[in-house]
C-alpha cells in the first residue's frame, strides 16, 4: 500500500513563528499536494508540486511557501504563522498508470494550532 | 472554475437500508471520479473510483457515472453504523490530468446510519 507519512499529527505553535510540515510519500509518486482543511470550506489547494524542484500554486498560496528538493519528500512553510493558519493540514500524493490518474492517498494530517 | 457539488446533509438512513450519495461536476472533459471516505477527525481514505459511465461495484458500494448528466453516485448497500462518515466526492478534469490542476473536491455530504 502506498504510505504518506506526516511527521506529526498535532503541532501548537506561537505567532509569528515559522512552521516546517514535512510530508514523504513512498511510492514514488509524481504528485504531491498539500491542502487545509477548514469546516464549511472543504479541502482546499494550498500548492502542488509535479516534479522534484517545481512548485505551483493552488487556491490559497498566500503566506505559505513549499520546497520539494527529493520526489519522496514535500515540505509546506508557514514563514510566519498566524492564527488564521490554525487548521488541519493534509499532504496527498498521486501517480498515473494506464493513462489513468488514480486518486490520491491522504496522509495522516497534522492538526496546527497557532497561538 | 470546476465545481464540484453535493449536498452537505446530513443524510440520516437507518442500518441495514440503502445509503444513496449523489455528486454533480461541472467540467466536461473530467476523466476520473474518486469517492473518499473521512471520519471525524481523520484523513479522507479512498473507496471507489470510476471512469466510464455505467455502474462499478466492490463491495457493499457501487459508483455509478453518467458523463451526459455530469452526475457520479455512490450507493452503499446494507448499511452499518460504521459507513457514519462525511463522503466526499472528487473530480479529475481530463484535460490536465492529475498532475496540473490535481483533484477538485466537493465539500462533502456528512451520512448518519441510525441503528
Known amino acids: 500500500d502506498v504510505k504518506v507519512t506526516q511527521s506529526s499529527r498535532y503541532l501548537v505553535k506561537r505567532t509569528g513563528e515559522k512552521v516546517f510540515l514535512e510530508c514523504v510519500q513512498d511510492m514514488d509518486h509524481e504528485n504531491m499536494f498539500w491542502y487545509r482543511q477548514d469546516p464549511g470550506l472543504g479541502l482546499r489547494l494550498i500548492y502542488f508540486?509535479?516534479?522534484?524542484?517545481?512548485?505551483e500554486k493552488g487556491d490559497i498560496p498566500e503566506g505559505y511557501s513549499v520546497s520539494r528538493e527529493k520526489k519522496e519528500r514535500f515540505s509546506l512553510i508557514l514563514e510566519s504563522a498566524s492564527t488564521n493558519q490554525t487548521s488541519m493540514y493534509l499532504c496527498?500524493?498521486?501517480?498515473?498508470?494506464?493513462?489513468?490518474?488514480?486518486?490520491?492517498?491522504f496522509g495522516s494530517g497534522t492538526r496546527l494550532t497557532v497561538v | 472554475q470546476k465545481e464540484v457539488e453535493q449536498n452537505s446533509g446530513p443524510l440520516s438512513v437507518p442500518e441495514g437500508a440503502i445509503a444513496s450519495l449523489n455528486c454533480t461536476y461541472s467540467d466536461r472533459v473530467s476523466q476520473s471520479f474518486f469517492w473518499y471516505r473521512q471520519y471525524s477527525g481523520k484523513s479522507p481514505e479512498l473507496i471507489m473510483s470510476?471512469?466510464?459511465?455505467g455502474d462499478k461495484e466492490d463491495g457493499r458500494f457501487t459508483a455509478q457515472l453518467n458523463k451526459a448528466s455530469q452526475y457520479v453516485s455512490l450507493l452503499i448497500r446494507d448499511s452499518q453504523p460504521s459507513d457514519s462518515a462525511t463522503y466526499l466526492c472528487?473530480?479529475?478534469?481530463?484535460?490536465?490530468?492529475?498532475?496540473?490542476?490535481?483533484?477538485?473536491f466537493g465539500k462533502g455530504t456528512h451520512l448518519i446510519i441510525q441503528p
Open positions: 470510476i471512469y466510464s459511465n
Open positions: 496527498a500524493s498521486s501517480g498515473i498508470t494506464g493513462g489513468f490518474w488514480y486518486g490520491y492517498t
Open positions: 508540486s509535479y516534479d522534484v524542484k517545481m512548485k
Open positions: 472528487a473530480v479529475i478534469s481530463g484535460s490536465s490530468g492529475g498532475g496540473a490542476d490535481g483533484l477538485t
